[in-house]
């Protein structure tokens, strides 16, 4: 709910970890905001989510990968970092191996995120309450895709 008791909007996304060849986790900012993020986004009509984060992925970043490659990671309820009273539901996938990136479409800005380091403070929601603080027992990408038990 909001402050003046409305309920908050629900927006339902894909995103997708990706790491470099040095483990850092890829985010990218918008054009017109200012929080970084996992590259994603909303499905298309009849998009399941793992084709809405593998299409999001190939639009923002440049990074060809099918659907069916992508691994579960999990799916959260999280403040929407770009939009007042809206929250997400994001599914979250990661992208086995190690890639590069570009920024395209609506991205203004990359940047590899040291998940072991100190982290800055311009990132959304959804990293800094959920996946984050699943990943900080890894430093860059597992060997499978899959976080450890």
Do not use: Q
């Not at 918008?30 to 996992?38: A, L, V």
């Not at 299409?55 to 923002?60: G, K, S, V, Y």
């Amino acid at each position: 709910m909001t402050r003046d008791n409305r309920p908050k909007d629900l927006i339902i996304v894909s995103a997708v970890c990706v790491y470099d060849d040095a483990g850092r986790l890829l985010t990218v900012r918008k054009r017109g905001t200012d929080k970084f993020m996992h590259p994603g986004g909303k499905p298309e009509p009849g998009e399941t989510a793992a084709e809405t984060a593998a299409r999001e992925l190939a639009e923002e970043v440049g990074i060809e990968l099918p659907a069916t490659e992508l691994l579960p990671l999990g799916t959260w309820l999280a403040a929407a970092a770009n939009e007042a009273a809206t929250d997400i539901e994001a599914t979250v996938f990661t992208a086995p191996g190690t890639w590069t990136a570009h920024p395209s479409a609506e991205i203004a800005e990359i940047r590899w995120l040291d998940i072991g380091g100190d982290l800055p403070d311009d990132l959304a929601p959804l990293l800094t309450d959920h996946v984050l603080p699943l990943l900080a027992a890894t430093v860059g990408p597992p060997a499978s895709g899959r976080m450890p038990a």
